[in-house]
Each structure stands twice: as structure tokens, then as C-alpha cells.
């Protein structure tokens, strides 16, 4: 019985030991790298920039500095959107699944695949008739709740149009059909 007690005591003093242990390396602190109160000169550390900053544009001073402004926000932007480095390019096996002729552009339901496996699906407006090379508007479906075919209604887009938001019937009652075709045309 005795040593069972013993035995019982010898554990809770070695774990009253480590516990100290323990405590005491947490606080002590472990080695510094820079002085107390001090912190490296990393901008991510700095306040966070918002709308109501200044930040005024300083265009290149010749053409010859442009593109290496292009260089810079270019790698931004793929930073910034998680894409650098850029993955590996996959075949896209586009297809195009149907097409929809309008006066002044085309409507092409198209998908792709971006990674191995995933699928986009979207659709391609193009500007008809014109002669070279010309941009075109690939409109994923989105988030809304009927994606591409959203329609706010005649009387969603009357309020719309009362509150300023919105200047056209038309264009206001499928916006995101209408942003594509401006864009196409």
C-alpha cells in the first residue's frame, strides 16, 4: 500500500516539475532576431490602404519605362490573384456547343476545361463584321441567382431607375446580358 503512495507521489512531483518546466520556457521568450518592440520592414506589417488614402498616378517618364511598369503590375496582379508563379498550361479542350446570330454580334455557348478536370462553362459575344483582330467578351455564368438570365423585372428596374442605379428598361432588366453585348459591339 505504501509504495503504491510513493509511487503516486513520484508521478504528480515529476509532473509538477515539467509543468514548471513548461511555464517557465514559455515566458522566458526564445531568441530575437531584431530588438525588442521592433519590427522588420515588411509592408505587409504596415496599415492596411484604403479608399481614402491618396495614392496619385506617376505615369513613366518615357516610353521605354513603360514596360517595365507592365512588368510590375503585371506580376502584381498574378500575385495578387493567387497565380504565381503561373501553374502549368493544360490543353483547354474548348467546345463550342451552340450559336446564337444576332444584327451586330454572336452569342457562343462555349466551355473549357482550365485545369484537369474542371470546367468552365460561359458564354463567348463577338462583334460580327469586323475586319482584324478584335477583343472579345467571354462571360462566365456568375453568381447570381439565375446566372446569365437574371432578369429584375419591369418593375425592379423601374426602382432601379427612381434610385438612380439604372438609366434603361432595357438594359436594366438582364444586366449582365446587356454589360456583354455593349461590350461585343
Known amino acids: 500500500m505504501m509504495s503504491c503512495h510513493f509511487r503516486l507521489l513520484r508521478v504528480l512531483v515529476v509532473v509538477a516539475v515539467v509543468c514548471f518546466a513548461c511555464q517557465h520556457l514559455a515566458t522566458a521568450g526564445g531568441p530575437r532576431v531584431l530588438p525588442e518592440g521592433k519590427l522588420p520592414a515588411d509592408a505587409r506589417l504596415e496599415p492596411l490602404k484604403d479608399l481614402d488614402g491618396y495614392f496619385p498616378f506617376t505615369p513613366p517618364a518615357d516610353a521605354a519605362a513603360w514596360p517595365q511598369r ?5 506580376r502584381q496582379m498574378l500575385v495578387a490573384l493567387g497565380l504565381w508563379p503561373l501553374p502549368e498550361k493544360t490543353p483547354l479542350h474548348a467546345v463550342i456547343h451552340g450559336k446564337i ?3 451586330e454580334y454572336t452569342v ?4 473549357f476545361e482550365s485545369v484537369p478536370g474542371f470546367y468552365v462553362t460561359g458564354n463567348l459575344y463577338r462583334p460580327k463584321g469586323a475586319a482584324g483582330r478584335r ?4 462571360c462566365p455564368h456568375g453568381h447570381a441567382s439565375q446566372g446569365r438570365f ?9 426602382r432601379e431607375i427612381a434610385s438612380g442605379s439604372e438609366k ?4 436594366g432588366r438582364s444586366y449582365i446580358q446587356a454589360r456583354c453585348v455593349t461590350l461585343a459591339r
Not at 507592365?70 to 503585371?74: F, I, M, N, Y
Not at 457562343?108 to 466551355?111: A, C, G, P, R, T
Request: net charge negative; proline share 3%.
Open 70 to 74: 507592365q512588368e510590375r503590375v503585371r
Open 150 to 158: 437574371q432578369d429584375h423585372g419591369v418593375e425592379g428596374v423601374k
Open 101 to 103: 446570330e444576332k444584327d
Open 108 to 111: 457562343e455557348k462555349v466551355s
Open 135 to 138: 477583343p472579345a467578351v467571354l
Open 168 to 171: 434603361f428598361l432595357e438594359g
